[in-house]
């Protein structure tokens, strides 16, 4: 475990998978001048396989606090990356001002070339993702990261979510 990041297996066949990239690409994204995403709501989507990842989610976090969160809020959406991209991805952390929360990604289709997440770290190389699909990299919010690139024509798509305390 680097930086505190632990990694959670999602169990999607590939009928679901596929599935999941036809829904993403036949949704509107997000009007943002600096990233190609969708809405903070994915996972509240009806749709079956959102659903099960929702829930696979949810238990990834239990896991990682070893206490039960399916009480707590989800900030949820899907990041879009490619060759021909404009928008530059951007270092940034998550709900900075709450240290209890919780950031996920999962890569959901990508090509070897792509990129996966870099972290930063103080006096050392920093550190990046493993390249694996369909895993729940688990993290504090508070971590500064980048998304890594599509470096293909072919879309690479992961979803992030962020789990908060809420009333």
């Known amino acids: 475990m680097v930086l505190g990041i632990k990694e959670y297996p999602c169990q999607l066949d590939n009928d679901e998978l596929d599935t999941l990239i036809d829904f993403i690409d036949n949704i509107r994204y997000q009007s943002n001048p600096t990233v190609v995403k969708t809405e903070d709501n994915f996972l509240d989507c009806d749709l079956p396989v959102i659903q099960k990842l929702r829930w696979s989610y949810y238990d990834s976090c239990s896991r990682y606090w070893d206490m039960d969160v399916f009480d707590f809020k989800i900030n949820s959406w899907i990041y879009v990356d490619w060759k021909g ?12 001002e709450n240290p209890y929360t919780l950031s996920g990604i999962m890569y959901l ?3 070897n070339s792509s990129g996966t997440t870099m972290f930063p770290m103080p006096g050392r190389p920093s550190y990046f993702l493993p390249n694996k699909m369909l895993t729940w990299f688990i993290f504090p919010s508070n971590l500064p990261h980048i998304p890594g690139r599509g470096m293909d ?4 798509y992961s979803l992030s979510a962020d789990l908060y305390y809420g009333r």
Do not use: D, V
């Not at 024509?153 to 690479?156: G, I, L, S, V, W």
């Open 85 to 96: 991209n404009s928008k530059e991805p951007y270092m940034h952390a998550h709900n900075s």
């Open 109 to 111: 289709k990508f090509t």
């Open 153 to 156: 024509n072919e879309k690479r």
